[in-house]
Antibody, heavy 119, light 109 residues
Framework: QVHLVQSGAEVKKPGASVTVSCKAS????????IHWVRQAPGQGLEWVGR????????YYGQKFQGRVTMTRDTSISTAYMELSRMRSDDTAVYYC????????????WGPGTLVTISS | EIVLTQSPATLSLSPGERATLSCRAS??????LAWYQQKPAQAPRLLIY???NRATGIPARFNGSGSGTDFTLTISSLEPEDFAVYYC???????????FGQGTKVEIK
């Protein structure tokens, strides 16, 4: 079955960058898109962006344009999300999730990575 | 960009009761709508996709319905493990984005 393992919690200072990884197993990595969704403390879900592991093509949420970069390494079935120039309101749990090519929903989710921005 | 509005914000019910959750889209999304369940300190879990299809392993007490702009998630008889927050989600085709509703919390009365 699909299994997504994310990197550990991070604490960063304002203005810094963070990279979160998502290692996939249990399926062919290039057969599903990888999305990143975040959730600030006590808040709802917010879509950050998507990467096509096959082509490397990306879509980013307008709010994150210019600050987010999504990449992948197909040799190790891992997707990455880098967020730069971080602010206190970027404090959130960041989830990776898969989307199969024949749907517009998120089938499987990683456990989440807490990123805390604090001076 | 399509906006999803969920109601009510909170639903207070007892185990065994029926729960009816609503999700309204600001534009026609056909039947491309999904529902997720999230429990505290856990990742969301897919319940329903394409408005009415249960995901693998989801109990039959969860039912999705609707099309166009009005959608409903019904839990026929609440089990203790069903008390959680529920989100609806759809995809915008231009700009290409994915959107969530703000969530409905189903709490024990």
């Amino acid at each position: 079955q699909v299994h997504l393992v994310q990197s550990g919690a991070e604490v960063k200072k304002p203005g810094a960058s963070v990279t979160v990884s998502c290692k996939a197993s249990g399926y062919t990595f290039t057969d599903s898109f990888i999305h990143w969704v975040r959730q600030a403390p006590g808040q709802g879900l917010e879509w950050v962006g998507r990467i096509n592991p096959n082509s490397g093509g990306t879509y980013y949420g307008q709010k994150f344009q210019g600050r987010v970069t999504m990449t992948r390494d197909t040799s190790i079935s891992t997707a990455y999300m880098e967020l730069s120039r971080m602010r206190s309101d970027d404090t959130a749990v960041y989830y990776c999730a898969t989307q199969q090519h024949n749907g517009d929903h998120f089938d499987d989710w990683g456990p989440g990575t807490l990123v805390t921005i604090s001076s | 960009e399509i906006v999803l509005t969920q109601s009510p914000a909170t639903l207070s019910l007892s185990p065994g009761e029926r729960a009816t959750l609503s999700c309204r889209a600001s534009q026609n999304v056909s039947d491309y709508l999904a529902w997720y369940q999230q429990k505290p300190a856990q990742a969301p879990r897919l319940l329903i996709y394409d408005a009415s299809n249960r995901a693998t392993g989801i109990p039959a007490r969860f039912n999705g319905s609707g099309s166009g702009t009005d959608f409903t998630l019904t839990i026929s008889s609440l089990e203790p493990e069903d008390f959680a927050v529920y989100y609806c989600q759809q995809r915008n085709h231009w700009p290409v984005t994915w959107t969530f509703g703000q969530g409905t919390k189903v709490e024990i009365k």
